[in-house]
């Protein structure tokens, strides 16, 4: 079947092919947003409109479970047994464990600055 131009796959195809992105990085970083979109209308609906502060436990908790319940539900659809590299996983556990220090460090005295 081929691509139609109305449908969404589609016009993402024509946007990457122009910017020259591989499929790869384009697919990896749709699912990066997707996965994120929840944490980020929790958090835009919290500050600007329930004008309520949102703690470091409830972002870095629905970062966590988000990532997780995509990496389960990826694995349970695969159908078969995925051997993983140690490496990508202790990079991206590190990364994440610096990103929410940083994110502790600058919220540390309730006071952020631009």
Not at 49 to 64: F, Q, R
Request: charge should be negative; hydrophobic fraction near 60%; aromatic fraction near 14%.
């Amino acid at each position: 079947m081929a691509l139609q131009p109305n449908f969404f796959v589609y016009k993402c195809v024509c946007i990457f092919s122009v910017l020259h992105i591989q499929s790869d990085v384009a697919g990896a970083t749709f699912m990066a947003a997707g996965s994120s979109a929840p944490e980020l209308a929790t958090a835009v609906i919290a500050v600007f409109i329930a004008k309520d502060d949102i703690g470091l436990g409830t972002v870095v908790g629905s970062a966590v479970y988000n990532v997780m319940f995509v990496i389960s539900v990826c694995a349970l659809a695969a159908g078969m047994v995925v051997y993983l590299h140690w490496w990508p996983l202790f990079r991206d556990c590190a990364f994440y464990l610096l990103s929410v220090v940083a994110l502790a460090l600058v919220i540390y005295d309730e006071k952020v600055f631009w």
